[in-house]
T-cell receptor
Framework: GAGVSQSPRYKVAKRGQDVALRCDPI?????LFWYQQALGQGPEFLTY????????KSGLPSDRFFAERPEGSVSTLKIQRTQQEDSAVYLC????????????FGQGTRLTVV | AQSVTQLGSHVSVSEGALVLLRCNYS??????LFWYVQYPNQGLQLLLK??????LVKGINGFEAEFKKSETSFHLTKPSAHMSDAAEYFC?????????????FGKGTLLTVNP
């Protein structure tokens, strides 16, 4: 595709609900990243995939967060039993190769937990 | 551990005036340095990056930044602000070693351009 596409753009979840956020990276991009951006803050790293392999998940805040990229293209970030502190914009980015010299970001999914 | 400090969460300039957005970093290894811009309801867009070589880096839309190792700084400048430059700007760093895929961002600086 022309750019990184994320869906949904907006998601309102009741506390305790499970959510799934989708990312379609630029076609052919090897690397895929998820970041979390809280209100008034810069993005914070969550996890990194190289093709289908999740090479770094050190930024996931708890075991309620799970990400996958089973076929090395589309990725899903799943949050179980959402809590209010999970409210943030979740950004997906992809880059052509392993070295992150230019990552292209999607518009993000704004998650609000009520 | 790496960190990025952006001085000034909000900078206001007049149209045609110099834009200066400040960024200082800390890194235990030689860094890669980036500036991203975020327009409302849009994703982050790369303005420019420094990896190796020339320390003065030119980017899109007339922006440039200079890597100063002695000052651990990577300030962003533009000689003459345009109304369309109004946006939020993020400085970011990654290391040049094994974790070069991971960006650490500053908190951002909101640039307002007054007519």
């Amino acid at each position: 595709g022309a750019g990184v596409s994320q869906s949904p753009r907006y998601k309102v979840a009741k506390r305790g609900q499970d959510v799934a956020l989708r990312c379609d990276p630029i076609s052919g991009h090897v690397s895929l990243f998820w970041y979390q951006q809280a209100l008034g803050q810069g993005p914070e790293f969550l996890t990194y995939f190289q093709n289908e392999a999740q090479l770094d998940k050190s930024g996931l805040p708890s075991d309620r967060f799970f990400a996958e990229r089973p076929e090395g293209s589309v990725s899903t970030l799943k949050i179980q039993r959402t809590q209010q502190e999970d409210s943030a914009v979740y950004l997906c980015a992809s880059s052509q190769d392993r070295v992150n010299t230019e990552a292209f970001f999607g518009q993000g999914t704004r998650l609000t937990v009520v | 551990a790496q960190s990025v400090t952006q001085l000034g969460s909000h900078v206001s300039v007049s149209e045609g005036a110099l834009v200066l957005l400040r960024c200082n970093y800390s890194s235990s290894v030689p860094p890669y340095l980036f500036w991203y811009v975020q327009y409302p309801n849009q994703g982050l867009q790369l303005l420019l990056k420094y990896t190796t070589g020339a320390t003065l880096v030119k980017g899109i839309n007339g922006f440039e930044a200079e890597f100063k190792k002695s000052e651990t700084s990577f300030h962003l400048t533009k000689p003459s602000a345009h109304m369309s430059d109004a946006a939020e700007y993020f400085c970011a760093v990654s290391d040049s070693g094994g974790s070069n895929y991971k960006l650490t961002f500053g908190k951002g600086t909101l640039l307002t351009v007054n007519p």
